[in-house]
């Protein structure tokens, strides 16, 4: 891999100009308004697969965002990588909260990031780390030493809980054979702390609407004789959750996987400062359910979060309104052996047996997402840690993220495979958050180690 | 009165016109980017008081939205009537929710108005009722019979609480000396059955921000381990009532007026229907504070109602985020002796106690208001339901109605005089609400009956 280490060192800047160019498309794939954006992040990524190497480019259309597809396969008999990533982003907003506008990006220096950091949507998640591959791509593919067939399976709808890639595996299945697939999605704990995300959350997403009356009504000549929509959904949220923070939800829990007080051990080994995690964020304390630590809240353990609320007048001054009508978007995060959609509908049966019968509800579910696992003992995970080993120095950690990647477990289920999930950012990396940014060090630092993980992988498949 | 009754039939047609001009002005006191355009409906009332007869109109600016005076003194020696009421309007919004533009007044025939209904912002809530005062005046000067003196005081900032009128009453004490105040901005029972508001619920109204983490994070990667401020929020707004609905906040009944079995059986004799309120605002069910009926809930006993809440993602698709901030507008409607600032105080006290130690909290208060109640023997009282008997051919009944006019207290604390609530108002008119609208019977009725009021009030004081 020497040429292509050079190649890399020596084309740096034009990389990062290229990601830049990418970085300016807003494509939000939850908003109507930007599909044509969508479409141009598409296309631009299928431009670059092309200039680096790729064959049968194409941008496969669904039915909702495309899926840009590319291949090069230098020998059947080699073993072959799936890369799978995402050019769609979350939606910018709260956009005030922005220091420099979403899809400008600009390079800043943080005290993480000294040698600076990309601050724009999508810098990490998941443009800045996708564009590593095709980058890492083209350096071996030049200097003629790509040891390995590689895939491109980059999509356009994994913020919206990627509804037609299902159907697009099925159908391609043929196409898509692969030995292992390799993603970069996730984080490392930091930069001196190479680690390898192991386990990921389930997602179960749902809608709900609470009415009352069929109009707004005064609050003065209505209120206190007519249930509140508002006051009900904040009453029916409260009843999701005990005094313990656990999940009322009758059945919530039976499949959750239960970890070993040795496997907890060994978590707790990770280094973690609940001091620096509580400033990082500005909290006064932590919350969460009793008997668990931090880091097993936010990887092991299933949750429930209200991720928006909003009903009556919400606009500037007074207004005693009654509304007729009150809404909040809430999500779980599952972990293995719990079903998305078993979930969904346990919360549905829940939350509709807990409405008064003075109003009526409506549960809409939004898209869910299967747990994963990778197993740490799988060539894949062992390239994947050799690699690392090689560009950080220091053997990564094998880690439970509490984050999803809903097609992981979809890959394994219709594809066959198992997954590897190398990813590259940090949690400060603020990703789904005004000021996202990416460290030119974890960028640089995954093109660099890419080469080497499909090195060790065609190593371990001779 | 019979030169101005007919005066007032034969100009039917002009008044209407005259009163949709004034209903086409925005006059949205609580958004700030409709100032221009209240202050358009202050120099359009200021126009028809002048061209009506009154002297010294006068646009009287204060800190916010101005105030319209304007007076007709006929003889020193005679009883003098102040007439109070506002032409500003509440905000259109949900604005998709109108049949009609909000600004654009037509007439509608329904079920309720046989004979048709102005539908527009403000219709009734208060242009449509101020407008009655304006035309009345009109009919006695124009045809010499005003039986009293008579001063006017139409605002601009009803609607967000009259922030500016103690000052304005404070400063102006004897240019707005009288011996009565008459209100035209409540409603009756029905048009077959005439009623006189005694009692008005006063108001507490704050605004409530909770503060979690500093920004807003990926609720994967957090969620489970910090606390969500809109979970926290409905836990909160949650806790501020039990089982029973009765309010929790410490104290907060301490001072409520205690009515006795009497005065509850004489209440229960409005003819009410429950079928039809619930069927008039299609609910499966009424709820409120065990132990009282529907009518004394909504009249005679104090409430807390959540008038807006926001916080999260709220727009389309799915956003997995753990936001930073949640907020909710609350208001409490108050029945006599509790005191708004005290039950603030008392709120803000037990809001923040019950708030946990992992967000932060902030309590803004609004405007608020003191109950108020006009004895049924005072000679305003008697002279109101003398001149609805005259007009309706029935003794309006008397009623407690729970909304609120916070300055009538003010009005008898400054200046020392009691307030008639003369209303023609009804419940179904969709005040504050979208499709608002105030009956042609309602308005030519008003229009006819406060001659009348004028000429008893006179005689009574002789």
Same mark, same amino acid.
């Given at each position: 891999?020497?040429?292509?280490?050079?190649?890399?060192?020596?084309?740096?800047?034009?990389?990062?100009?290229?990601?830049?160019?990418?970085?300016?498309?807003?494509?939000?794939?939850?908003?109507?308004?930007?599909?044509?954006?969508?479409?141009?992040?598409?296309?631009?990524?299928?431009?670059?697969?092309?200039?680096?190497?790729?064959?049968?480019?194409?941008?496969?259309?669904?039915?909702?965002?495309?899926?840009?597809?590319?291949?090069?396969?230098?020998?059947?008999?080699?073993?072959?990588?799936?890369?799978?990533?995402?050019?769609?982003?979350?939606?910018?907003? @709260?956009?005030?909260?922005?220091?420099?506008?979403?899809?400008?990006?600009?390079?800043?220096?943080?005290?993480?990031?000294?040698?600076?950091?990309?601050?724009?949507?999508?810098?990490?998640?998941?443009?800045?780390?996708?564009?590593?591959?095709?980058?890492?791509?083209?350096?071996?593919?030049?200097?003629?030493?790509?040891?390995?067939?590689?895939?491109?399976?980059?999509?356009?709808?994994?913020?919206?809980?990627? @509804?037609?890639?299902?159907?697009?595996?099925?159908?391609?299945?043929?196409?898509?054979?692969?030995?292992?697939?390799?993603?970069?999605?996730?984080?490392?704990?930091?930069?001196?702390?190479?680690?390898?995300?192991?386990?990921?959350?389930?997602?179960?997403?749902?809608?709900?609407?609470?009415?009352?009356?069929?109009?707004?009504?005064?609050?003065?000549?209505?209120?206190?004789?007519?249930?509140?929509?508002?006051?009900?959904?904040?009453?029916?949220?409260?009843?999701?959750?005990?005094?313990?923070?656990?999940?009322?939800?009758?059945?919530?829990?039976?499949?959750?996987?239960?970890?070993?007080?040795?496997?907890?051990?060994?978590?707790?080994?990770?280094?973690?400062?609940?001091?620096?995690?509580?400033?990082?964020?500005?909290? @006064?304390?932590?919350?969460?359910?009793?008997?668990?630590?931090?880091?097993?809240?936010?990887?092991?353990?299933?949750?429930?979060?209200?991720?928006?609320?909003?009903?009556?007048?919400?606009?500037?001054?007074?207004?005693?309104?009654?509304?007729?009508?009150?809404?909040?978007?809430?999500?779980?995060?599952?972990?293995?052996?719990?079903?998305?959609?078993?979930?969904?509908?346990?919360?549905?049966?829940?939350?509709?047996?807990?409405?008064?019968?003075?109003?009526?509800?409506?549960?809409?579910?939004?898209?869910?997402?299967?747990?994963?696992?990778?197993?740490?003992?799988?060539?894949?995970?062992?390239?994947?840690?050799?690699?690392?080993?090689?560009?950080?120095?220091?053997?990564?950690?094998?880690?439970?993220?509490?984050?999803?990647?809903?097609?992981?477990?979809?890959?394994?289920?219709?594809?066959?495979?198992?997954?590897?999930?190398?990813?590259?950012?940090?949690?400060?990396?603020?990703?789904?958050?005004?000021?996202?940014?990416?460290?030119?060090?974890?960028?640089?630092?995954?093109?660099?180690?890419? @080469?080497?993980?499909?090195?060790?992988?065609?190593?371990?498949?001779?």
């Amino acid at each position: 891999m020497k040429k292509t280490q050079e190649f890399i060192a020596n084309n740096q800047q034009r990389f990062l100009d290229e990601l830049f160019e990418l970085l300016r498309i807003p494509s939000v794939s939850a908003d109507p308004a930007n599909k044509s954006d969508v479409l141009k992040g598409a296309q631009l990524v299928a431009k670059h697969l092309e200039e680096a190497g790729a064959d049968e480019v194409e941008i496969c259309e669904t039915e909702g965002h495309p899926i840009v597809y590319g291949e090069k396969i230098i020998d059947p008999k080699l073993p072959t990588v799936l890369v799978y990533g995402h050019y769609d982003v979350q939606p910018a907003d @709260p956009i005030d909260l922005w220091d420099s506008p979403a899809f400008e990006p600009i390079i800043k220096k943080t005290e993480i990031h000294p040698d600076g950091a990309i601050f724009a949507r999508g810098a990490c998640d998941d443009k800045g780390q996708v564009f590593m591959h095709v980058k890492a791509f083209e350096a071996m593919a030049k200097n003629e030493e790509l040891p390995c067939n590689v895939k491109f399976m980059i999509e356009g709808e994994e913020e919206v809980g990627s @509804p037609n890639l299902a159907i697009f595996i099925k159908e391609q299945k043929e196409r898509l054979a692969a030995d292992i697939i390799l993603v970069s999605d996730t984080g490392i704990i930091g930069n001196e702390h190479p680690s390898i995300t192991t386990g990921l959350r389930g997602l179960s997403y749902v809608e709900v609407e609470v009415t009352g009356p069929n109009r707004d009504l005064h609050s003065g000549l209505y209120g206190g004789a007519v249930a509140n929509p508002i006051n009900i959904l904040s009453e029916m949220i409260a009843q999701l959750k005990d005094d313990q923070n656990k999940i009322t939800i009758p059945g919530f829990y039976d499949k959750v996987e239960i970890l070993t007080e040795e496997e907890r051990n060994e978590m707790a080994k990770a280094p973690f400062d609940l001091d620096e995690y509580k400033s990082s964020i500005d909290i @006064p304390n932590v919350a969460g359910e009793e008997g668990y630590s931090t880091l097993e809240r936010s990887s092991i353990r299933p949750t429930l979060d209200v991720n928006g609320i909003w009903g009556g007048y919400i606009g500037e001054g007074a207004k005693t309104v009654l509304p007729s009508k009150a809404y909040a978007k809430i999500s779980m995060r599952l972990v293995p052996h719990q079903d998305p959609d078993e979930i969904t509908s346990l919360f549905t049966e829940y939350f509709e047996s807990i409405a008064p019968d003075s109003v009526s509800i409506k549960v809409h579910p939004h898209h869910g997402g299967l747990p994963a696992v990778t197993p740490i003992d799988s060539n894949g995970y062992i390239a994947a840690s050799n690699a690392m080993e090689k560009t950080f120095g220091k053997k990564p950690i094998p880690l439970r993220s509490g984050g999803s990647i809903p097609i992981v477990a979809l890959f394994e289920e219709v594809l066959g495979l198992k997954t590897v999930l190398m990813g590259f950012g940090l949690a400060s990396d603020a990703i789904h958050s005004p000021n996202e940014h990416y460290g030119l060090f974890n960028f640089y630092k995954g093109i660099e180690t890419i @080469p080497y993980f499909f090195d060790e992988f065609a190593q371990l498949n001779k």
